[in-house]
């Protein structure tokens, strides 16, 4: 029977092998973990555009019917949700005046603000003569 001197070594090369996976992955870990934040964060942002743009065709159909837009959202009948937040709440959709001195009966300017983990984020705005802001993002 034959007894082996050196198991010890290989013990320490397997935990040393160990050691370096964990190493590795760690590294490509703190690589990925900012891009994986701004993918979510985009992801994110298309749903608000998408948003912005189903309430800016719901204006358009109440414009056809009463010949002026609504800063009032619950006013439109297209729209389920008064508060339209995006589907998972990221973004909060509200209505104003363009702020160029129009008037409703001319320009609706709807605006998406980041909320709650998206506050860090931008907000979108997308108005009834087609400006889009910020011309980055769109």
Known sequence: MKIRGNVGF???QYFGEVLAGVIL??????????????????????DAMDVLSQVMLSQEQYFSDHLRYS???????????AS????????KVKAS???????????????????????????????????KFPQGYW
């Open 97 to 131: 005046t363009c702020g160029d001195g129009s008037t409703i009966t001319d320009c609706v300017l709807l605006t998406a603000l980041a909320i709650n983990e998206q506050t860090n984020d931008i907000d979108l705005s997308l108005s009834s003569v087609g400006v």
């Open 25 to 46: 992955m760690s590294a490509l870990t703190l690589i990925t973990l900012p891009t994986l934040d701004r993918l979510i964060a985009d992801a994110r942002r298309s």
């Open 10 to 12: 290989y013990l320490t």
């Open 84 to 91: 339209l937040e995006t589907e998972t709440p990221f973004y």
């Open 71 to 81: 800063t009032d959202l619950a006013d439109l009948e297209s729209v389920v949700a």
